[in-house]
């Protein structure tokens, strides 16, 4: 749940608590069996952005996000004690039905086999007869991803006693749901009722089913006709269980009879969301059908995601999809466009704005449908929403980029304005994966490990190191750019592009890629295939890279709780940082030259400061301190802005880093907006 229900309400206030660890009382996290994998590129910009980004998501998930057992789960019966499990994130401390299904699809199946089986029976629970099914909570319309993930689980590990299980748990949950008088089977239109996927909030929602005001609450399946009608979304998850739950059966020597039942609920289902939802006015499917047979033809970011990853769209329609779908400047949005009820200015909580788990959906969509291009300027977008804001949030403001939790109703106050929690799993997890299935294009069947690579023009190589799976340890290197294998090799030898499930040791996989179209994805006139930072707006004498005459404070890496805000008045840009207010806080900006040769350079910071005296920071360049600089007090308001210059700053090599930081000794707490570099 990410929306006012009391228990979320009560995990919102202890986000302070969390955010940085596991609650008091609760059993310290294990430690993850292995070093996770690392990624390193050879071009420096690449590994500013999704190098760093990488790391960062594997601390959030590995690390910050990894809580110790906890018996409240384990009423399957099935947990390892000596396991943690993964929870949903900052101020979210519980393992929720979609994000321990979402996060272990992702990543934790992958790079924690153990970890992840341990989340996946954390949501799972007993009957009174003893059956295992799904934990029947009030989140349950889409809870069937979990057969998803159990599936995937499975194939990554080809673990026969988790696969028994799992079965057993699809099986029960399944007709739980074709049998339920809420979130059930709406036989008139052979589809499933019930609100779309995670969006339980009425922000998610146009009028109708909602009203303009949000009157009946703040959540959605309050809502009657929220709860009566189909959505796009909720109906893919569960052709997709149908399907997974088919592969199960037979994996397991079921029935022929069971195992065609369930497909033949596929068939149906993937039927009646084509004849329902396929919309050839737009191009596009529909989002909603109400109960009266009313449709909505809006956007559904994840809708359109799972139409395309799991088949609901025939080539042609996917076509359609890729060609007539909207995003915003910062990614694929939730729902589109706005309802009525609100704006650019105030976006709705689930409504025109971006959630990283969108973003991950629409970058596995957009590789798998061999879009390159639009699969890397997706994957950006989130490398620089986490680096900018010292990691993955939960919301972005999808016009500005800023860290935004949306507008939605909450008690009597009609437009609240939502938080956005930090250090949140399924927005590490979704990056991860752009990586994993994107990047390096890992499919995994019952039969091994596959490789069908995307390597952008602009990238450069790249290398994943220490990657388990089931008895090996591999490291895999891409070389060239395209989607096309020109060669593939195992430890210098040719070798197939899928390795046998019953691979064993250290091996080294090298693939050399062709093909890459060609294309300038950010817009300067440098073509990516020669475009040092092919992601980032820039200028021809630094090869594409921007010009460090004037670098927004928006765009620089930021570390240590620092993150965008628009909560002053007086910036530049889109928006200012805020959060350099203890030690750990940084922002660093690269300064991209026509030299290496070293240099004395002028350093200009524009700043606000209301403290009542000078604050301090730490200024460095490629991490080696410089000195402490000074931020003199410019107004008692935070809305007033100065500059300052700081002089003989030492600069060598092609890109230098140029870092202020709240260093031991400084007194920081001073908000930054832009920073100038002069030689």
């Known amino acids: 749940m990410r929306n006012g229900f009391p228990s979320r309400i009560g995990y919102t206030l202890l986000a302070l608590a969390t955010a940085c660890g596991v609650l008091a009382g609760t059993a310290p996290a294990t430690a993850s ?52 499990i993964v929870r949903a994130g900052g101020g979210y401390d519980q393992p929720w039905t979609r994000d321990a299904s979402v996060n272990s699809w992702n990543a934790t199946s992958l790079l924690d086999p153990a970890l992840a089986k341990n989340t996946l029976w954390a949501v799972v629970d007993q009957d009174s007869s003893g059956a295992l099914r799904v934990q029947q909570d009030d989140q349950q319309w889409d809870q069937v991803v979990w057969v998803t993930a159990a599936w995937h689980h499975y194939l990554v590990t080809g673990d026969p006693a988790f696969l028994q299980n799992a079965y057993r748990t699809a099986a029960t949950t399944l007709a739980i749901r074709e049998h339920a008088t809420t979130a059930g089977f709406n036989a008139t239109y052979g589809l499933f009722t019930g609100a779309s996927f995670f969006n339980d909030g009425i922000a998610g929602y146009p009028a109708p089913p ?8 703040t959540g959605s399946m309050p809502w009657p006709g929220v709860a009566s009608g189909m959505y796009l979304s909720t109906n893919e998850l569960y052709y997709a269980a149908y399907v997974n739950a088919a592969a199960m059966a037979e994996k397991l020597r079921r029935p022929g009879p069971e195992i065609a039942g369930y497909r033949a609920k596929a068939t149906a289902l993937r039927t009646a969301i084509n004849r329902h939802f396929w919309n050839p006015g737009t191009g596009l499917y529909d989002y909603q059908l109400l109960a009266d047979g009313s449709r909505g033809a809006f956007q559904e970011g994840t809708g359109l995601a799972f139409a395309l990853i799991f088949g609901v769209a025939n080539p042609a329609q996917a076509r359609s999809i890729l060609a007539h779908a909207r995003e915003l400047p910062w990614g694929m949005p939730d729902t589109f466009p706005n309802w009525a009820r609100y704006s650019d200015a105030q976006p709705g909580r689930h409504n025109a704005i971006v959630w990283p788990l969108v973003q991950g959906l629409w970058a596995k969509a957009l590789a798998g449908q061999g879009e390159p291009n639009a699969f890397a300027a997706e994957t950006a977008r989130l490398a620089k929403l986490a680096g900018g804001n010292s990691g993955f949030w939960e919301i972005y403001n999808g016009t500005t980029g800023v860290v935004d939790g949306g507008w939605q109703r909450l008690g009597d106050t009609v437009k609240f304005h939502w938080g956005s929690e930090p250090d949140q799993t399924w927005s590490a997890t979704a990056f991860l994966d752009m990586i994993h299935t994107g990047l390096f294009g890992v499919t995994f069947t019952d039969r091994g490990l596959s490789f069908a690579p995307r390597l952008p023009a602009g990238w450069g190589d790249v290398t994943l190191r220490t990657l388990r799976y089931r008895a090996a340890n591999l490291t895999v290197a891409l070389h060239g750019a395209g989607t096309t294998i020109r060669s593939f090799t195992v430890d210098g030898r040719p070798a197939p592009t899928e390795l046998p499930a019953t691979l064993t040791g250290d091996h080294t996989i090298d693939i050399t890629l062709t093909g890459a179209p060609a294309g300038d994805r950010d817009g300067d006139g440098v073509p990516d295939a020669q475009d040092r930072c092919a992601d980032t707006t820039g ?9 460090p005459a004037h670098l927004e404070a928006e765009d620089a890496r930021n570390s240590g709780g620092v993150k965008t805000n628009v909560n002053h008045t007086g910036y530049s840009g889109r928006a200012f940082l805020d959060g350099l207010w203890a030690q750990g806080a940084a922002s660093s900006f690269t300064v991209h030259r026509t030299t290496t040769a070293p240099e004395s350079a002028a350093i200009t910071v524009r700043y606000a400061n209301a403290s009542n005296d000078t604050r301090t920071m730490t200024l460095s360049v490629n991490g080696q301190t410089v000195r402490q600089v000074g931020f003199p007090k410019v107004s008692d308001s935070w809305d007033a802005w100065g500059t300052t210059t700081f002089t003989d700053v030492p600069l060598t090599g092609r890109d230098p880093v140029v870092t202020l930081s709240y260093g031991a000794g400084d007194t920081g707490s001073i908000n930054l907006d832009w920073l100038e570099y002069r030689r």
């Open 33 to 84: 069996p292995a070093p996770p994998p690392s990624l390193e590129f050879a071009n420096p910009d690449s590994q500013a952005l999704f190098g760093a980004a990488y790391a960062a998501a594997l601390q959030n998930l590995l690390r910050t996000n990894t809580i110790g057992y906890d018996a409240r789960y384990n009423r399957s019966g099935l947990l390892d004690p000596a396991t943690g």
């Open 210 to 217: 909602a009203d303009a005001t949000e009157s009946v609450s």
């Open 539 to 547: 200028t021809a004498a630094l090869t594409g890279c921007p010009d």
